[in-house]
């Protein structure tokens, strides 16, 4: 049945390294649109710059994100894990443009950062130095939130995201919105319990390009192959046992479907490519 509703745009602030963040935005934003806008009559729209900019020319590329896509947007959600991004003629860099000239339009920013480990030899050590001298100076301008996993993020942001949408006044349409003041709906989406051969065997599959995961037995022994790799170390009962449990894990928790070839052939779900990306291994 449709209706009428109000659209929010929600603008994903980031650098290039938190790709995975982003798509749990857009994630939980079409998740919040699924569970409330029909009651609220509220539809959020999650918005970046490489899905809803187009080529122009005659201004530094920030302007032109900024001129096209940013001032359009109700809300900010900007994300940081190791990198500030590029510079720009005035910020740090794009994203810390983005999230100051939103701010001072006098709209709401929600910013997180990330603690995850990381390894050394993979860090650029200025953009690190650059992200903490920006972290700092948030930290006398309001509040921010660390996570320290994909899943925790996940959580966070769901619950922040009714919390702003159900009590900030740039929501509020009305006076009939009122009892959705204090309304929070727990995530349908929760990262599940798995093995660590499972997280991985989920995590392979969401790399190989066909999202395929094959299961197959021959006289030599035991393969599960995605991505380009046989996943069991050895056939030695006790390793293969712990794959095809994994296997086992996948399929009953939704995120492999088997395509009919009598558990040889499956598939990596849309909700497996979800937990997927919050697995950091």
């Not at 953009?127 to 996993?149: M, N, P, T, V």
């Not at 619950?159 to 349409?173: E, G, Y």
């Amino acid at each position: 049945m449709s209706y009428t509703a109000t659209t929010f745009n929600v603008m994903i602030a980031s650098p290039g390294d938190v790709a995975s963040e982003r798509a749990i935005v857009r994630d939980v934003v079409y998740e919040w649109n699924a569970v409330h806008s029909s009651s609220r009559k509220l539809v959020l729209l999650p918005i970046g710059w490489e899905t809803h900019a187009s080529p122009e020319m005659g201004a530094p590329a920030q302007a032109i994100i900024n001129k096209q896509v940013l001032v359009k947007c109700d809300l900010l959600v900007g994300v940081f894990w190791t990198r500030i991004g590029t510079p720009t003629e005035h910020h740090l860099s794009g994203t810390v443009e983005e999230i100051e000239e939103h701010i001072a339009a006098g709209k709401p920013a929600m910013l997180y950062f990330s603690s995850q480990p990381v390894a050394l030899d993979t860090v650029d050590i200025d953009q690190i130095q650059q992200l903490k001298k920006f972290r700092e100076s948030c930290q006398s301008r309001g509040l921010y939130e660390s996570y320290d996993s994909h899943g925790d993020f996940k959580e966070k942001f769901y619950r922040h995201l009714q919390l702003k949408v159900n009590d900030h006044p740039f929501f509020q349409l009305g006076d009939e919105d009122s009892q959705y003041g204090s309304e929070l709906v727990e995530s349908r989406t929760q990262l599940p319990q798995l093995s660590p051969e499972a997280r991985v065997l989920l995590k392979e599959a969401s790399q190989d390009s066909g999202g395929t995961i094959i299961h197959a037995r021959y006289i030599g022994g035991t393969a599960i192959q995605t991505n380009g790799k046989n996943l069991i170390p050895s056939n030695e009962r006790r390793e293969v046992a712990k794959w095809e449990d994994a296997l086992e894990q996948l399929s009953l928790n939704g995120l492999i479907v088997d395509r009919g070839f009598k558990g040889e052939v499956f598939e990596i779900t849309n909700i497996g490519y979800q937990v997927a990306d919050m697995i950091v291994l």
